[in-house]
Nanobody, 124 residues
Framework: QVQLVESGGGLVQAGSSLRLSCAASGGTFSSLRLGWFRQAPGKDREFVAYINLSGDNTVYGNSVKGRFTISRDNAKNTLYLQMDSLKPEDTAVYYC?????????????????WGQGTQVTVSS
């Protein structure tokens, strides 16, 4: 069973940067297609970014395009999300997710494994 653990969240000011990490264990990391999602209070879980097995194909949600960068290090079994130019509306719990098969990058239903989430709070 794959386990995903996020880290790197915190409280920052608008315009700042943060890098989230997601460490995987219990499975073959290089076999996982990976994504980042976020959920703000009272809102549905929102797609943030996706990366394929080799890391050469990425997809971003419209609200983060040009500001966030997803990457992975298969040798370290770790997924990253570099977040720049943060805005108050980026405040949410951020989750990493993995799946073994094909599916829509932005569909929560297509992911088999989820982390517990890390809180990101951006103050204005």
């Amino acid at each position: 069973q794959v386990q995903l653990v996020e880290s790197g969240g915190g409280l920052v000011q608008a315009g700042s940067s943060l890098r989230l990490s997601c460490a995987a264990s219990g499975g073959t990391f290089s076999s996982l297609r990976l994504g980042w999602f976020r959920q703000a209070p009272g809102k549905d879980r929102e797609f943030v970014a996706y990366i394929n097995l080799s890391g050469d194909n990425t997809v971003y949600g419209n609200s983060v395009k040009g500001r966030f960068t997803i990457s992975r290090d298969n040798a370290k079994n770790t997924l990253y999300l570099q977040m720049d130019s943060l805005k108050p509306e980026d405040t949410a719990v951020y989750y990493c997710a993995g799946r073994l098969g094909y599916g829509m990058p932005d569909s929560t239903k297509d992911y088999n494994f989820w982390g517990q989430g890390t809180q990101v709070t951006v103050s204005s």
